[in-house]
């Protein structure tokens, strides 16, 4: 028995691997396989997780950083929700549910021409799929009409016939 805090740990030398951080003398009060246990179960939600092992979240995040195998689980937990969450918006979809459907398009269907379009009839692009226009548009310093005349000067498309 060792006392750490106000709190007694059962250690034995089968245990020290797998219950110490690493660079500290400070031993771990749950094994690396009883926070994987608490950790199913739970969507990968930190709270849930720590009133499942009956500590801290802080706690819940210290074994998180330093166990990959935690990190791993905890990964494997949320990815279910997210499948789960995939699955039930392609349900809606199929059901024909337009809201479902405007969503997706607008997430997913930007590389096909859809997405919400700003005031210039473009639509929102990912970082890394911007057209360069060559003019440099801070807002409020041109109107619209302005703005028009200075992309097609320098070549740029517009919204407008484009």
């Known amino acids: 028995l060792s006392l750490v805090g106000s709190e007694m740990c059962i250690r034995d030398s089968s245990m020290a691997d797998n219950n110490e ?6 031993p771990k009060k749950y094994t690396v396989e009883k926070v994987i246990r608490a950790i199913e179960g739970t969507g990968g939600l930190r709270t849930q997780i720590a ?5 801290t979240i802080a706690t819940v995040i210290s074994y998180i950083k330093d166990y990959p195998e935690i990190k791993k689980a905890l ?3 949320e990815n279910k929700v997210l499948d789960m969450a995939e ?13 479902a459907i405007f969503y997706y398009l607008n997430n997913k269907g930007r590389k096909r021409g859809y997405g919400v379009s700003n005031k210039y009839g473009m639509a929102a692009q990912d970082e890394g799929e ?3 226009t060559g003019v440099l548009v801070t ?8 703005w028009e005349k200075a992309a097609s000067d320098a070549g740029g498309k ?4 484009a």
């Open 75 to 77: 990964d494997d937990e």
């Open 51 to 55: 009133e499942n092992l009956g500590c």
């Open 21 to 26: 951080k690493k660079n500290s003398g400070r």
């Open 87 to 99: 699955g039930a918006l392609f349900s809606l979809i199929q059901a024909g549910d337009t809201s």
């Open 130 to 132: 911007k057209e360069k």
């Open 158 to 161: 517009t919204g407008k016939g």
């Open 139 to 146: 807002p409020g310093l041109l109107n619209e009409a302005e």
